[in-house]
């Protein structure tokens, strides 16, 4: 009985010293972090494009330590690339693609754990079939040229039309400001660019002609859509029961829209194809109408909208 009461006494002691042992783990010190780290790179570019990064953001700890001044270091590194330690990285694209960034704050004492910056920027190549596929045109489709642009176009519902987006470089906006997606995605006009932008021979279409385009299909916006992928993703990804055949040849994208203003705001890529008609609001002399596609409807829609805040593609007709 005796030595059973020992062991059980020892057990008892183990148990204690375990019991003291995380509460000691508990109270250890955690390692802060550093925070800050950022650097600035335009969401698209072209291949043999030259971007020179420089890191920046006012780094800090967590902890609110006062960092010594040889105690932060920085590395880049592109996917899961090779890290190159330097401040200011130039990074120039071989191929297209989507390409993640990483700027890394580390703490070269290694008493704080890293800050990580990363951005995602899209290399396109402009030519057709290129970056962009599943538009259904192809080189030998009827087309002209303006400006240096190829313009394909078919005849649709009784009139000719341009099968993908107005890109006239004397006018209109580029997506998030980047003159690679020109030829790709087109330009974004105000209304009264939208009525001067088109080439000789062809002129922005009206508001009738829209719903006639809109009614020889019966109104179903998968007629119009062309099924394409932008640098390997797909551009229109539908709700259950929407049908994408671009029956007309119409090949449209969703390339956005632009809200105009200070610093302007670019939305609506992969989601919306918008653009402008000649035809002005009846019942608002600021206003004009447009038609438009949404990738969550099956349906093609008209509204009105500012003529001068809001930036929208243009198809040309004949």
């Known amino acids: 009985m005796k030595s059973r009461l020992i ?9 204690s010293n375990v019991a ?48 010594a001044k040889n105690e932060v270091g920085f590395y880049w590194q ?20 989507n390409f993640t960034i990483n ?14 910056a990363s951005k995602v920027i899209s290399i396109i190549d402009p030519a057709l079939g290129k970056s ?63 009525n001067a932008a088109c080439p000789e021979g062809w002129r922005l279409p009206s508001a009738d002609e829209f719903k006639a385009l809109a009614d020889a299909f019966e109104g179903r916006a998968g007629a119009l859509m062309a099924n394409a992928s932008f640098n390997g993703k797909l551009m229109w990804t539908f709700t259950p029961g929407v049908e994408i055949d671009n029956a007309s040849g119409f090949s449209a994208i969703p390339s956005g829209y632009v809200s ?5 705001s670019y939305n609506g890529l992969n989601e919306y194809a918008a653009f402008w008609t000649s035809t002005a609001a009846e019942d608002d002399a600021e206003m004009a109408v447009y038609y438009y596609l949404n990738v969550n409807q099956s349906e093609i829609f008209s509204q009105k909208a500012d003529k001068k805040s809001l930036a929208l593609s243009v198809r040309c007709v004949r």
């Open 260 to 264: 105009k203003g200070a610093g302007n």
């Open 132 to 194: 962009l596929n599943g538009t259904g045109i192809e080189a030998e489709d009827e087309h002209i040229s303006a400006d240096g642009v190829d313009y394909y176009y078919k005849q649709i519902a009784g009139k000719d039309w341009f099968r993908n987006n107005l890109a006239n470089p004397n006018s209109g906006l580029c997506y998030a400001n980047a003159a690679v997606t020109a030829t790709v995605l087109g330009k974004f006009y105000s209304w009264e660019e939208a």
């Open 103 to 116: 700027l890394v704050a580390f703490s070269r004492s290694s008493s704080y754990y890293s800050s990580t």
């Open 7 to 15: 062991c059980f006494a020892l057990f008892l002691a183990a148990l």
């Open 20 to 67: 003291c042992k995380k509460d000691d783990d508990s109270s250890a010190t955690i390692k802060p972090s550093l925070y800050g780290a950022s650097f600035t790179i335009a969401p698209f570019g072209a291949v043999g494009e030259s971007f020179t990064l420089k890191a920046g953001g006012e780094i800090a700890a967590s902890n609110g330590d006062a960092l």
């Open 78 to 97: 592109v996917d899961n690339g090779k890290r190159d330690t330097v401040n200011t990285y130039t990074f120039t694209p071989t191929e297209t693609g």
